[in-house]
């Protein structure tokens, strides 16, 4: 059983467009973390959201947690080919919050 | 700043041979962690460690171990390898900060067994 459920697995897109991916669960989490993979590399964090409702932004990038603490999304505004990478939510489970629960990533391709 | 050092990066063993994946961290973290990724799969946790001489088993421990002898090191052995043992191996580490302790991963060691 998968907790973590992200949509799309795969999106493609030119240079400019904007796009959301989603991370949802039908369990509550305490936090939710989310990491950028490029090929060859370990995941890096980008953003950690702990509050219902909370949205955080990191320049062209915003990330939303759900108000019930079980979904989040993260939205890209126009999409540059640096944004190409696997995108992974990640969440952290009550008194367990150092073991993270990995979705399986969105594969982002942004084409100049 | 070197953060999490796994050797080695790649490697290729024959079913039934043995190795050991080494990880280190020089952040002073006491929580680590051994996560296997298979593609469209995600990130599976292994084993972890919340100190020295403290192990877990995650998710997937079967045909793996571990050990913690100080805060720095944190190798993962494979016994008798497997084809499906065949992916890449992260290992990362975490200083616990309320419930949000941001992961600090490796470059990642890919294996294959034949």
């Known amino acids: 059983t998968q907790l973590l459920e992200q949509s799309p697995q795969f999106l493609s897109i030119q240079e400019g467009e904007n796009l959301t991916v989603y991370c949802n669960s039908s369990s509550v989490f305490s936090s939710l973390q989310w990491y950028r993979q490029e090929p060859g590399e370990g995941p890096v964090l980008l953003v950690t959201?702990?509050?219902?409702?909370e949205v955080k932004k990191l320049k062209r990038l915003t990330f939303q947690f759900g108000d019930a603490r079980k979904d989040s999304s993260l939205h890209i505004t126009a999409a540059q080919p640096g944004d190409t990478g696997l995108y992974l939510c990640?969440?952290?489970?009550?008194?367990?919050?150092?073991?993270?629960?990995f979705g399986k990533g969105t594969l982002l391709t942004v084409n100049p | 700043n070197a953060g999490v050092t796994q050797t080695p990066k790649f490697r290729i063993l024959k079913i039934g041979q043995s190795m050991t994946l080494q990880c280190t961290q020089d952040?002073?973290?006491?929580?680590m962690y051994w996560y296997r990724q298979d593609p469209g799969m995600g990130l599976k946790l292994i084993y972890y460690?919340?100190?020295?001489?403290?192990?877990d088993k995650g998710e997937v421990p079967n045909g793996y171990n571990v050990s913690r002898s100080t805060t720095e090191d944190f190798p993962l052995r494979l016994e008798l390898a497997a084809p499906s043992q065949t992916s890449v191996y992260f290992c990362a580490s975490s200083y616990k900060y309320r419930d949000s302790g941001e992961l600090f991963f490796g470059e990642g060691s890919r294996l294959t067994v034949l």
């Open positions: 959201v702990v509050t219902g409702g």
């Open positions: 952040m002073n973290h006491n929580y």
């Open positions: 460690s919340v100190g020295a001489g403290i192990t």
């Open positions: 990640a969440g952290a489970r009550g008194g367990s919050n150092y073991k993270l629960t």
